[in-house]
């Protein structure tokens, strides 16, 4: 009786073969995706998990420490009346009182706060500007370091950098005038012997001087009133 469910094995094979690519070709129907999108594969359960683009670099902001802080009034930058015998455009620095003066001429300089070194890192002398550098990269010197081993080997510019925006290098010392982003240190005692300005008036003062200006750093131990008298 089971006979007439009998198929011949050669009819039996092509009919196998017809419906495997009948359900082939349903799939691929099935899982078609629009003409824009990326073709997914026959069978979605061997498809490879995802790939997760990487997030874009965040950009690091720059401190808002120096917009909020406001220096206090002797040690804003300004001008005054300053006599002295240097030319035009000599920078002073006045350690006792933490001013730089830029020699204008005709009895009058440009007086900015400044931050100098702290106790013992003070230093007095005659020197030129050798280099200047914008958002200038910092290397830590190797007296510094054996001092401070905890300190970076070398940071790159930016406005995380102790450097700040501005960088004038002092002859074939280690020590510069340079920008801040710590404004509140201006008028104190507290670098290994850098003078530091906040960056919007180091940015001024750089815009101002050039290589080969003279720097005269005035000694601690010179205790004469401060000279510069601001302009009414």
């Not at 001087?209 to 302009?231: E, F, H, N």
């Amino acid at each position: 009786m089971f006979n007439s469910f009998k198929l011949n094995p050669r009819k039996l094979n092509t009919r196998l073969a017809a419906a495997a690519f009948g359900a082939i070709a349903i799939g691929a129907t099935a899982f078609s995706a629009p003409a824009a999108a990326a073709p997914l594969p026959l069978f979605p359960f061997f498809m490879a998990p995802p790939v997760e683009a990487a997030p874009p670099p965040v950009a690091v902001a720059p401190s808002q420490d120096e917009e909020r802080f406001e220096l206090p009034a002797r040690l804003r930058r300004q001008v005054v009346n300053y006599n002295t015998r240097e030319a035009p455009g000599t920078i002073i620095i006045d350690t006792p009182n933490t001013y730089l003066y830029l020699v204008m001429g005709n009895g009058q300089a440009m007086r900015y706060g400044i931050g100098i070194g702290r106790d013992g890192f003070t230093w007095s002398g005659t020197q030129t500007i050798t280099k200047k550098a914008e958002w200038p990269a910092w290397t830590p010197p190797p007296e510094m370091i054996a001092r401070q081993p905890y300190l970076p080997r070398h940071m790159t510019g930016g406005p995380g950098n102790p450097l700040g925006a501005r960088a004038m290098y002092l002859g074939g010392t280690i020590y510069r005038i340079h920008g801040t982003n710590m404004p509140e240190t201006i008028g104190t005692r507290v670098s290994s012997g850098c003078l530091r300005l906040t960056n919007e008036d180091v940015s001024d003062l750089y815009s101002r001087v050039s290589v080969g200006t003279k720097v005269i750093v005035l000694p601690m131990t010179d205790r004469r009133a401060d000279l510069g008298r601001t302009i009414r």
